[in-house]
């Protein structure tokens, strides 16, 4: 069965700097791979997605990759805020089946 | 515009109990999932749905029923609750977007408790 990895369970970085946090998946080829990002008490939300045939995505401070030899998405924030302080997800879907599995989650603290 | 509503927010039950979450969306979105949370073990899908009439099984679908007469509704029962289905649990919609991807719109959660 596929399976997906992030990394870091934690991460802590300084405002300022650029958090990168990976995204591994193994028996599987996805079309699309997309990344959310969970506050404490809440339900996860989208922030970007990210196609086969595209290498890089940007959104504001955010950018994304995906590198489908390694199996390996890489996602950045740039100029880090405290206020990007939270959980951030990796998903994909098993294609054809409607199955969205998601990463485990890596929670990234960016400290003042 | 209210989105996906879960209801209840929190929930505690003794071993035995049956209950149902309710999920509601207003955004006529076909394909409805349910997810739970559990420390270290990410969102685990339980069951979804690809229109009225369509369930099926995720990951974890043992000890949950899952039925979808609406668009709009997709209710998740526990028949008889155990402490081991204590957990957040996470209500989803999406309809696929340009060329078929689609996104996930999550509800806030609901946290049961089994005691």
């Known amino acids: 069965s596929q399976k997906i990895e992030q990394n870091s369970e934690a991460l802590n970085i300084q405002e300022g700097k650029t958090a990168t946090l990976t995204c591994n998946y193994t028996n599987y080829s996805p079309a699309y791979l997309q990344w959310y990002r969970q506050d404490p008490g809440r339900g996860p939300v989208f922030l970007l997605l990210i196609r086969e045939n595209e290498k890089e995505k940007r959104k504001e401070r955010l950018k994304v990759t995906f590198d489908t030899t390694l199996k390996q998405s890489l996602f950045h924030i740039t100029a880090s805020q405290p206020a990007d302080s939270a959980t951030y997800l990796c998903?994909?879907?098993?294609?054809?089946?409607?199955?969205?599995?998601f990463g485990t989650g890596t929670r990234l603290k960016v400290l003042a | 515009n209210a989105g996906v509503t879960q209801t209840p927010k929190f929930q505690v039950l003794k071993t035995g109990q049956s209950m149902t979450l309710q999920c509601a969306q207003d955004?006529?979105?076909?394909?409805m999932s349910w997810y739970r949370q559990d420390p270290g073990m990410g969102l685990r899908l339980i069951h979804y749905s690809v229109g009225a009439g369509i369930t099926d099984q995720g990951e974890v679908p043992n000890g949950y029923n899952v039925s979808r007469s609406t668009t709009e509704d997709f209710p998740l029962r526990l028949l008889s609750a155990a402490p081991s289905q204590t957990s957040v649990y996470f209500c989803?919609?999406?309809?696929?977007?340009?060329?078929?991807?689609?996104?996930?719109?999550f509800g806030a959660g609901s946290r049961l408790t089994v005691l």
């Open positions: 955004m006529n979105h076909e394909y």
């Open positions: 989803a919609s999406s309809t696929p977007s340009v060329a078929g991807a689609n996104v996930l719109t």
């Open positions: 998903a994909l879907e098993d294609p054809g089946t409607y199955k969205y599995i």
